[in-house]
C-alpha cells in the first residue's frame, strides 16, 4: 500500500493527495492495470503506447487533470512530483501528456491557465509541449509520435 497517497474529495469527485510532503522528483506512484483493446468502453483508462491503454486499477485511477500539475509521467506509468508537493495537497498531472490520440473531454481543473478541453498531445502550445518534452514528464512514445510542432 503506497503511504504516501489518500483519497478524498477532489477537483471532480474523487481526488488523491499526498499523505506527507513530497519532494519533487520523487516518485509518488506507478499506475497498475489490466492491458485494454478499446478504451472508449472503459472508465479510467491510461494510454500507454500508441494504441495501448490500460484500465487502471486502485487508488491511482483518482488522479484528476490539471492544466497546471504538479506530478507528470516519467515513463508510461511512473508518477513523479514536478515540484514540491505539500502534505494534504491534490496531486494532478496533465492527462495531455498521455494522450496520443484523438479523445478528449472537458476539463474541470478551475486553475488560471485552464485550457478548458483536455485533448491530444499534439494539440498544446508548442511552448507547452517543449516545457514538458524539457521536464521529461511525456512518455517517449508519446513524444516520437505525436510531436507535431507548428
Known sequence: MNKKIYVDKGIEGFGVFAKKPIRSGETILVFGGKEI????????????????YMRVNGRERFVNHSCNPNSGLKNSTTLVA???????????????????????????CKSKNCRKIIKAFRYLP????????KMKIVPRWVD???????
Open 37 to 52: 483493446v478499446n478504451p472508449r468502453t472503459d472508465n479510467y483508462i491510461l494510454q500507454t503506447g500508441k494504441n495501448k
Open 82 to 108: 514536478i515540484r514540491d508537493i505539500s502534505k494534504g495537497d491534490e496531486i494532478t498531472f496533465d492527462y495531455s501528456t498521455c494522450v496520443g490520440d484523438e479523445w478528449k473531454m472537458k476539463c474541470l
Open 126 to 133: 508548442k511552448s507547452l509541449k517543449k516545457k514538458y518534452i
Open 144 to 150: 516520437l509520435y505525436f510531436y507535431c510542432p507548428k
